[in-house]
């Protein structure tokens, strides 16, 4: 049987401790999404309703299929910059008359729905999704433009927005634009680079220049409706295609126009592929909270995790007795095959490089996703592991990750240190997603680790050149730097930089995974066959 057994012992005090610390870390995270959800705050939000206007995640709610899930992208965007948490736009993938699309939302409430350096990054880390997965994408636009003091952050890189638009059609990939407010100036460009363009009656307002522009530049007096009104769009310039009389008229449009794509998934529905019925993992998803200690230099078993989020809790395990703290498998999520990578005590020695490699040739033989479920503080070092040739085997790893052609998914569950966040495919080997627990942390190495190697080259710099070393000092520099990168190792810090796609609740995950893979397979799933470069041996 490959039905996998647990041990977690979930009446003791072990996992009551990790269970109330993960449960804290939660409550924390809650507390920060709340304050993307709130936008620009009561006055502001107040504001909009009173001018008869439906709020960002209101028009997502009436454009989804009705009790289908929203997953949420990147909804920390700024967090612990000067800009609202969120950064003014709201991104994810959702259902639209039965196709999955990624949808972008601007938020007016906050600073009227202007593009701040992270709305940017935001938006163009949506476009990304939709273009490697060919999801129909849908922009809820109403946003005066680039919030003016941070221009010189947004000009130069924001011209790709409208570049990935016009190569999201050139891929064949739908763009429909929903126009409710403002779309001015550069903006101008999303509904005029959209495929579809929905307007609304005494709302919508598309022009390059606005009144106050175009009576500097030309001497010209007009209003807003002149300009650029639904009714001259639509009747007139010809930019718009269809034209609604309210938001709700809007949106039942811009669910026809997607009625009507006659989009189809590359792969159908695999749930039962192969005679496997998609069952429920054999355990609890709530016992995920007490996984995961506090403290992460205590190890933990992955396979707990996978346990309570693959289907039926069925998991073959390759190569169990080599390399065994990097645990590999096969498995099936929703439905959908998996090969999953899952770090088992922390340190990456040459033998699971070697048996990762393998593995993600074989994933990449059967056109199988692969999943990285991340707890390493890194390669191995020390003199007897550079001899035995730790470089080249962890080499050997990045190499197959770099090359692999089939989806990666990557969950930081715990640590994600050093080169072993590049092997275990973190942000910089593009990963289809990459989603973080509220107990990860990622840096280039642990924070006691980082200022005790600060501290030795200081102090034998200070022999070297036969001078005292200053023991005080040397204290409170080491103090100084473990508060600074354990502040920066934190998830919210990192997801707040998009370096991930959101923190999310343990419990979520098998959830969060099932739509991810859902998504992944709207496009063509193939692995490389071969061209893996030069792996030095």
């Known amino acids: 049987m490959t039905v996998l057994h647990t041990?977690?012992?979930?009446?003791?005090?072990?996992?009551?401790?990790h269970r109330r610390t993960m449960l804290e870390r939660i409550g924390e995270l809650d507390a920060e999404l709340a304050k993307a959800v709130a936008g620009g705050g009561e006055k502001y939000v107040e504001r909009h309703r009173k001018r008869g206007k439906l709020l960002a995640r209101e028009r997502v709610e009436l454009l989804l299929d009705p009790d289908t899930p929203f997953l949420e992208l990147s909804p920390l965007a700024g967090w612990g910059s000067d800009y609202a948490v969120g950064a003014?736009?709201?991104?994810?993938?959702?259902?639209?008359?039965?196709?999955?699309?990624?949808?972008?939302?601007?938020?007016?409430?906050?600073?009227?729905?202007?593009s701040n350096p992270w709305t940017l990054k935001k938006a163009l880390r949506a476009n990304e999704i939709a273009y490697a997965s060919r999801l129909p994408v849908i922009s809820l636009v109403e946003s005066g433009g680039a919030d003016l003091p941070s221009q010189k952050e947004i000009f130069i890189p924001g011209g790709a927005l409208f570049r990935d638009l016009t190569r999201l059609s050139e891929a064949g990939i739908p763009t429909l634009a929903v126009v409710f407010g403002n779309s001015t100036a550069g903006g101008a460009y999303v509904p005029g680079m959209s495929d579809h363009v929905i307007m609304v009656k005494e709302q919508s307002k598309v022009f390059l220049g606005g009144p106050p522009l175009v009576k500097m530049a030309t001497g010209e007096e007009a209003d807003d409706e002149e300009l650029g009104g639904a009714d001259v769009h639509t009747r007139v310039s010809g930019l718009g295609d269809y034209f609604a009389l309210d938001e709700p008229d809007a949106l039942r449009q811009a669910r026809r126009v997607?009625?009507?794509?006659?989009?189809?998934?590359a792969h159908g529905d695999t749930a039962g592929a192969g005679g496997a019925l998609t069952a429920a993992p054999k355990y609890d998803e709530d016992e995920l909270l007490g996984v995961v200690p506090g403290d992460l230099k205590t190890p933990f078993d992955p396979r707990e995790v996978v346990a309570r989020i693959v289907d039926g809790s069925d998991f073959d395990e390759f190569k169990p007795r080599y390399g065994t703290s990097l645990v590999t498998g096969w498995a099936r999520l929703h439905g959908y095959p998996l090969g999953i990578l899952a770090n088992a005590r922390g340190v990456l020695f040459s033998e699971e490089s070697q048996k990762a490699t393998q593995f993600i040739q074989l994933a990449n033989q059967r056109d199988i996703p692969l999943l990285f479920l991340h707890n390493t503080t890194g390669y191995m070092v020390g003199k007897e592991y550079e001899q035995g040739g730790i470089i080249k085997h962890g080499a050997m790893m990045i190499n197959a990750v770099s090359n692999s052609k089939v989806p990666h998914l990557s969950v930081l569950m715990g640590a994600s240190y050093g080169a072993?966040?590049?092997?275990?495919?973190g942000r910089a080997y593009d990963p289809r997603f990459l989603f973080a627990w509220p107990s990860a942390k990622s840096a280039v190495m642990g924070p006691q680790q980082l200022a005790g190697v600060m501290s030795i080259v200081m102090r034998e710099s200070a022999a070297a050149r036969g001078k005292p070393f200053d023991e005080e000092a040397d204290a409170g520099l080491r103090a100084m730097v473990e508060q600074q990168i354990e502040a920066e190792s934190l998830p919210m810090f990192l997801s707040g930089r998009l370096y991930d796609d959101g923190v999310i609740d343990p419990r979520d995950t098998r959830t969060v995974l099932g739509l991810c893979l859902s998504a992944i397979h709207t496009a063509p799933v193939e692995g490389a066959r071969g061209g893996f470069g030069v792996f030095r041996m």
């Open 7 to 17: 041990a977690l012992d979930v009446a003791g005090e072990e996992y009551a401790a």
């Open 88 to 114: 003014s736009l709201v991104t994810g993938i959702g259902v639209v008359e039965g196709v999955e699309c990624l949808i972008t939302a601007n938020d007016p409430t906050v600073r009227g729905g202007a």
């Open 258 to 265: 997607v009625s009507r794509l006659n989009w189809r998934k």
């Open 420 to 425: 072993g966040h590049y092997g275990m495919c």
